[in-house]
């Protein structure tokens, strides 16, 4: 449907470049208007960027989906599969839900981090820039990873770990696994949003 049929749709962000990507059932093309509660996937080889201006934007691997929605008053991006990658300005726009964990920047400055929801179900989060809070769901508790780190936690991990003071890279915390990014891995995040 046109946008001018659609009762007063709310636009979240701009697809700003995609390939192999579809919305809903219609195949993207390189450019498109993202809608509230829109699903976003992407095939084999596929990747899409999407533009939130002002708040920031993300970028979605291959076979990766993704729904994008507002809820109570913040940008979520609801991931069922796949990687995403998000780069937020001075806002904590878009949080990242993934099913047992919410992930959004620590502060609000400039924060570059990745999500991934494994086909085992485990969940990897990766601070590039700036710190991370992944809260549980459930729980309400956070984790504070801290920028240069990234968490490994698998579908089995029971509970949130306290955030270590000072930080412990590479320590084992919980049946989570916290340890350092390496340099390629941390441009690999920054290309990915290129």
């Known amino acids: 449907l046109p946008l001018t049929a659609l009762p ?39 990747k899409a960027l999407v533009d939130f201006s002002p708040a920031g934007r993300a970028t979605l691997m291959e076979n990766t989906s993704v729904r994008f929605r507002r809820e109570a008053g913040r940008l ?14 001075h806002s904590q726009d878009p949080a990242v839900l993934a099913p047992r964990y919410k992930i959004t920047p620590a502060k609000r400055d400039k924060t570059i981090y990745y999500v991934a929801l494994m086909p085992d179900r485990s969940t990897v989060v990766a601070a ?5 809070a992944i809260t549980g769901t459930q729980s309400g ?16 991990a029971s509970r949130v770990p306290r955030s270590p003071l000072p930080p412990k890279p590479k320590a084992s915390t919980g049946t ?6 390496s340099h390629a891995a941390s441009i690999g995040l920054t290309g990915a949003l290129g």
């Open 8 to 46: 007063d749709p709310v636009i979240l962000g701009t697809i700003v470049g995609s390939e192999g990507a579809s919305l809903g059932d219609v195949a993207v093309p390189n450019t498109a208007t993202l809608l509230n509660n829109a699903l976003l996937t992407t095939g084999p080889q596929g």
């Open 76 to 89: 979520v991006a609801e991931i069922s599969s796949g990687e995403i990658v998000v780069e937020t300005g």
């Open 128 to 132: 590039q820039h700036g710190g991370v």
């Open 141 to 156: 508790q956070a984790y504070i990873l801290p920028q240069g780190q990234y968490a490994s936690i698998p579908a089995s």
């Open 176 to 181: 989570w696994h916290i340890g350092s990014l």
